[in-house]
């Protein structure tokens, strides 16, 4: 057997078990998606998520307003393994009876319902309660902003993102700080309160008790990178809008080729100096400028170098340059540990899914709602005894491939 | 009653507290850069003792990674803080003896991390068979660029890369402006890393419950796909989102607005009852299909004048009056001073023993009973070689003595980032000797 052979039969789904199958979750997070993707995880790695919803506005916020079956397509996304349910009074006690709550709603609004942490933890003491808000549910701020819902574009905003994405160069509105394509904040602070749940579960087996949980979807990227908090102590200012540069490593973004554009990172030396062979630019090696110091301290000298290599790599199509990046060389042991650039193709959305690597993997499921094929991304994760998987979605249950 | 805020802060402040939730989990990493790093990071936040094996001399690469090339007291603050509480131990897994050791220590680990290229630990010796044949109870988990098996697999990866491949990066940017920019400070790694921390705590879990150990397999690509809303967008309506400029496609109007006093605000209107908060305010701002595309434009010209009327307070006070979305657009500096994340502990002041007052991220999430915290940052190369040889493996000074002898393992280079402060006098550090921990 290959070594794939062998992985995806270590990986296959079969009929185990999953990891929280004993786990009771009550989903309450209204238009807050970080909560719902929270309440995803847990439910694809097998917990019985109840998503409780007080009325639609939730269904209704997607790209453009889409809606499939009067639902719009985070929703959808996010329902995974979910039973939906509408806000009452019988739900009430079953809400209470739950291990892990996820509170995406205003701070405080289901403390005033009876269903807060203060009020579930008294009957049960075991809960784990993760409320996910802009500002969390203590300190000043929180307090003071309570009534300011939250959104991925705000929290993004309040983590310093935006003012380190674009490019300073541009006029007018280009030039303005921008935001990340995807929902960065939300899927961050989602993750990190599903982590934080599982760090809780965890103790919870030693202890018995179950705590708070607070997660910040406005502090939910800075506090995990760090950069501002190095950044700040380190300079006393901030980095600005850097193009298509790094912080760090040069060169480190994406490059217009002749037919297309690549994806191209040097993480070291080794790596740069074999990148300089490929595109048979060798005569930059003995630069004093470019040889070791490519730390992209200097703006001026570092474009230098850039538009070298863009003039460069633009004499190459991207197979051309993907096939040099990855030719072994001849001693395979020692070829193992001399550098190499990463070169890869940047796709564009239907390149990524005509690409059969997804296929074999499995990355995406299909859903059929009226006979219409919609796909969605799978978990991301294989695990060889409690594989994570999606079984319905919208509360319908997907048929098995 | 007291009232909630009051309520919640004193769970956080005056709570019961008990002991660090995984305290006795013990993890082996060998790993480089961010994603597979900060797997162990997290862990350590909450108690787990993690043991990070390097090759002697410079250790990983990442340690040279300085924000701009800088150093602090000849270390790299960027690789401190992502190996914040760790061990430190350099042995080079290619010689059989050192890898002798890891495997040693992998026999009395629960959680074994590596994110080289996919196969390359198996080449190593030490992959997922070799490991799990001398502790199968253990939680192995591969962080690579596209997963352990599948066409794709072998490539080589890094972040810029899986945010390529995962056609993340063709999303952010201006349509009339043919420029990528990827998502910053390393978002490719992080949020997959954070993944392989839920994957991981799940496995541990369940072992718990049965005993058993496995095995993982988290890419960065699929944990950023995972969350590419296009997808379903594009098989529902046959089109490509593609580049939005400032625009959330899902919030109408939203954007990024210059203040009257030359600042930034964000504001994202996610639903109808915050769209009438807002048109309460701005004049000229009516529904209709507020979704559409066109509609989302002519909404956000209206918005732009408005915000360009009010500084940056005035709109805040609105939004907590009203009911709307909306945040000023920080920079690192501001992130850094934010008097909120320094009550929230999100950043947090040690002293270092080896690298004196610093400020660092503190734990990733605020937990009322078990609070993580970072203690110390990063250390030199082979800095724990001592301590744990004997904390783990009970071997003697004269068989560690043996094994730098004999080059098995071994100590830093005297590159800044890899080395001790200048200072340091190795005789008086009891940590360092291996006859105290951290």
Not at chain 1, 15 to 23: G, H, Q, T
Not at chain 1, 216 to 226: F, G, P, R
Request: with cysteine.
């Amino acid at each position: 057997m290959s070594r794939d052979e062998i992985l995806m039969k270590l990986f296959a789904e079969d009929n185990k078990p999953f990891a929280l199958e004993d786990i009771k979750v009550a989903e309450i997070a209204g238009e807050n998606f970080a909560g719902a993707i929270a309440g995803s995880l847990l439910a694809e790695f097998g917990a019985k998520v109840i998503r409780v919803d007080f009325d639609d506005e939730a269904k209704k916020i997607s790209p453009y307003g889409a809606e499939v079956n009067g639902c719009g397509i985070p929703y959808l996304v996010e329902s995974r393994n979910k039973e939906l349910v509408k806000f009452d009074e019988k739900i009430k006690k079953e809400i209470m009876s739950c291990d892990v709550i996820i509170d995406g709603m205003k701070p405080g609004e289901l403390d005033s319902l009876g269903i807060g942490y203060r009020q579930i933890s008294e009957r049960n003491p075991g809960v784990v309660y993760i409320a996910v808000s802009p500002y969390g549910h203590f300190t000043q701020k929180a307090r003071e902003f309570a009534n300011v819902p939250d959104s991925d574009l705000t929290a993004q905003a309040y983590n310093g993102y935006p003012s380190i994405i674009g490019n300073p160069y541009l006029t007018e509105k280009y030039s303005y700080p921008l935001k990340a394509g995807m929902w960065a904040a939300w899927a961050m602070a989602g993750i990190n309160a599903a982590v934080g749940a599982m760090i809780a579960l965890i103790e919870r087996k030693k202890s018995g008790k179950g705590q708070f949980v607070d997660v910040a979807t406005h502090d939910a990227l800075a506090v995990i990178h760090a950069f501002p908090t190095i950044v700040g102590f380190l300079f006393d200012k901030p980095r600005t809008r850097y193009g298509t540069l790094d912080f760090i490593l040069y060169p480190f973004g994406y490059y217009r080729v002749k037919d297309g554009y690549i994806a191209l990172a040097t993480p070291t030396d080794p790596d740069f100096r074999a990148l300089l062979k490929i595109i048979k630019r060798w005569d930059l090696e003995p630069d004093w400028r470019y040889s070791l110091d490519r730390i992209s301290d200097d703006p001026v000298k570092i474009k230098a170098l850039d538009d070298e290599l863009n003039k460069e790599l633009q004499k190459y199509t991207v197979k051309e340059l993907v096939a040099k990046a990855r030719k072994k060389s001849k001693g395979k042991l020692i070829g193992r540990f001399l550098g190499a650039p990463v070169i890869v193709k940047l796709n564009k959305l239907q390149e990524l899914l005509k690409d059969p690597h997804w296929k074999v993997r499995n990355s995406l499921i299909s859903f059929n709602p009226d006979g219409k094929e919609i796909l969605i991304p799978n978990t991301a994760v294989k695990m060889s005894e409690t594989p994570p998987r999606i079984i319905k979605i919208l509360g319908r249950e997907l048929k098995k491939s | 009653m007291t009232d909630y805020f009051s309520y919640v802060e004193s769970l956080f402040k005056e709570g019961e507290k008990r002991e660090p939730p995984l305290k006795g989990i013990r993890v082996v990493e060998l790993t480089h850069f961010v994603f597979g790093p900060n797997v162990g990071r997290i862990l350590a936040q909450f108690g787990a003792e993690v043991v990070k094996i390097e090759t002697p001399g410079e250790g990983e690469r990442y340690r040279l990674a300085a924000v701009f090339g800088r150093y602090y007291n000849r270390t790299n603050l960027v690789y401190g803080i992502q190996n914040a509480n760790k061990y430190f131990i350099a042995a080079d897994a290619r010689n059989a003896k050192a890898r002798e050791i890891i495997f040693e220590l992998a026999k009395r680990a629960d959680v074994f991390v590596e994110n080289f290229r996919a196969g390359l630990a198996d080449a190593m010796g030490v992959g997922y068979a070799q490991i799990s044949k001398v502790n199968p109870k253990i939680v192995y988990v591969s962080c690579s660029g596209f997963g352990q098996y599948g066409p794709l697999s072998k490539a080589p990866s890094f972040d810029v890369a899986a945010q390529g491949v995962a056609s993340l990066a063709v999303k952010t940017g201006w349509k009339e402006i043919e420029e990528f920019y990827k998502l910053p400070d390393y978002f490719g790694d992080y949020l997959p890393s954070m993944m392989v921390v839920f994957a991981v705590l799940n496995a541990l879990y369940h072992r718990e419950k049965t005993g058993k150990g496995q095995y993982i397999d988290v890419s960065q690509t699929e944990s950023l796909v995972r969350f590419l809303y296009d997808i379903p967008y594009f098989s529902l309506t046959g089109q490509e989102i593609g580049k939005t400029g400032n625009i959330d496609p899902c919030a109408s109007p939203s954007g990024i607005f210059k203040t009257a006093d030359e600042k930034f605000v964000a504001i994202a209107i996610m639903t109808e009852k915050q769209f009438k908060a807002l048109a309460s305010v701005v004049e000229g701002l009516k529904d209709g299909e507020r979704m559409r595309k066109e509609k989302i434009d002519e909404l956000n010209q209206i918005v732009e004048k408005w915000v360009a009327k009010h500084t940056l307070a005035e709109i805040l006070e609105f939004a907590k009056k009203l009911g709307f979305p909306a945040s000023p657009v920080l920079n690192d500096v501001e992130v850094f001073k934010d008097p909120w994340r320094w009550e929230r502990k999100s950043i947090v002041k040690i002293l270092d023993r080896l690298y004196g007052e610093i400020p660092v991220t503190g734990a990733f999430v605020a937990m009322s009973a078990t609070p993580g915290n970072t203690k110390w940052i990063a250390r030199p190369v082979g800095y724990h070689n001592r301590l744990i040889l004997k904390k783990w493996l009970g071997m003697s000074d004269e068989q560690i003595k043996k094994l730098e002898e004999e080059d098995v393992i071994g100590y830093w280079d005297e590159q800044p980032g890899c080395a001790p402060p200048p200072i340091w006098e190795p005789d008086k550090d009891p940590v360092f000797k291996g006859e105290k921990d951290e």
